[in-house]
Nanobody
């Protein structure tokens, strides 16, 4: 059974940085992508960053140049470095994973098979 455990998050002032981590266990095959999503009350969950098993990364336009995803395939972990944070980045962040490679519509959650519990990121102005 696949399990994801997300960690990190917290509260920072605008311009600050945070790091989110996610650990996956239970995958019986090596090709799967990992991603981070976020959601604010009243809005749909949206993809933030995704990374394939070979390290190929994908980012939402709103975070390009500020967030960086990395992955340690040997340890089945993913890290998301959040820099130059803005108040609009405030949300509950969720680690997720799916089989194969990141799909074209990943931002909307296409292909996601597993979710971790959320971790809160709060950015104050």
């Amino acid at each position: 059974q696949v399990q994801l455990v997300g960690s990190g998050g917290g509260s920072v002032q605008a311009g600050g940085s945070l790091r989110l981590s996610c650990a996956a266990s239970g995958y019986t095959y090596s090709t799967y992508f990992m991603a981070w999503f976020r959601q604010v009350p009243g809005k749909e969950r949206e993809g933030v960053a995704s990374i394939d098993s070979d390290g190929t990364t994908y980012y939402a336009d709103s975070v390009k140049g500020r967030f960086t995803a990395s992955r340690d395939s040997a340890k089945n972990t993913m890290t998301l470095q959040l820099n130059s944070l803005k108040p609009e980045d405030t949300a509950m962040y969720y680690c997720a994973a799916g089989s194969g490679r990141t799909g074209r519509d990943w931002v909307s959650g296409w292909g996601i098979g597993y979710w971790a519990q959320g971790t809160q990121v709060t950015v104050s102005s």
